[in-house]
């Protein structure tokens, strides 16, 4: 699948300078610079409580920053404006684990929550909005010939494919940056596996993504880059080609015990 958007013109999707976050006496990120390219896998890993939600809560304007700046597609962020609804606009998808699918909802109706196609008299554009959703299903998740199809109901889909559903969505309204946060937690192995091919399919299609997982082999095999953040603060950025699984699990070890270390 090429990149379809010729306007994916700017370096990075999304950049922090100095980004800092405290809520009291705790500092979630502490001087935070990290730089997301246009088409770039980014694994972002570090142990419960070392501020990934916080970081990408930080850059989807759910929660401000106590100091520091951000830019998207190169143009600096007002803080004053960044919100929820900005970044949405912006075309930032965050897919959550717990992502709320109307259970009893036919997939199309639940690919249109919220952004209904409707015609000049505000009436739903049902054939419409049926029809692309079965495009979506085939052309970019590959659900072909597997019994499912726009008018199934959610509650028939497995966790990997709701997921799917969610990323789906995302790529159609034209996401330039997906951030997933921990999407296969509690999947089983076979449903992690169509979670991991969709977000190859985030690669394919030109854009970026930022990706959570504590499953180290998960994001070693997927991502181009992985940010390993611990106690807010960025202590490394690897390349997965230079650094095997073993010693990505050595080093995420030797941290822990560092921070053990100075506990007592
Ligand atoms: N709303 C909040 N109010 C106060 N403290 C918070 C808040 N959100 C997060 N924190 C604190 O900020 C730090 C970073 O939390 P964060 O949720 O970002 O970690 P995480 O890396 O996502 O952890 P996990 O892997 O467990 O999801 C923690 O010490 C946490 O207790
Ligand atoms: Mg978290």
Do not use: C
Request: hydrophobic fraction near 45%.
């Amino acid at each position: 699948m090429a990149d379809t958007n010729p306007n994916r013109t700017y370096e990075h999707i999304v950049r922090a300078d100095k980004l800092s976050v405290a809520f009291g006496k705790v500092r979630a990120l502490s001087d935070i610079d990290l730089a997301i390219g246009r088409n770039e896998i980014v694994g972002l890993i570090g142990d419960n409580g070392a501020g990934k939600s916080t970081l990408i809560k930080t850059l989807t304007g759910v929660i401000p920053p106590t100091s520091g700046h951000l830019f998207i597609r190169d143009q600096p962020v007002d803080w004053a404006n960044f919100s929820v609804r900005r970044a949405h606009d912006l075309r930032f998808e965050t897919v959550y684990q717990e992502k709320s699918l109307g259970e009893k909802q036919p997939l199309w109706r639940n690919f249109f929550v919220g952004r209904q196609i409707t015609n000049r008299f505000g009436f739903i554009k049902v054939r419409e909005q049926r029809r692309i959703a079965n495009e979506i299903l085939q052309r970019q998740l590959g659900f072909r010939g597997v019994g499912i199809d726009a008018d199934s109901t959610v509650a028939k889909l497995s966790g990997g494919e709701r997921q799917g559903i969610a990323i789906g969505r995302a790529m159609h309204f034209d996401a330039d940056l997906i951030i997933l946060d921990e999407p296969t937690t509690a999947l089983a192995i076979k449903e992690v596996q169509k979670v991991l091919d969709f977000v190859r399919r985030i690669k394919a299609s030109g854009r970026a993504a930022i990706y959570i997982e504590h499953n180290l082999a998960h994001v070693h095999a997927l991502a181009d880059r992985l940010v390993v953040l611990d106690r807010g603060r960025i202590v490394a950025n690897i390349r997965p080609a230079d650094m095997s699984l073993a010693d990505l699990t050595l080093f995420l070890i030797d941290l822990q015990k560092t921070k053990i270390g100075a506990a007592a």
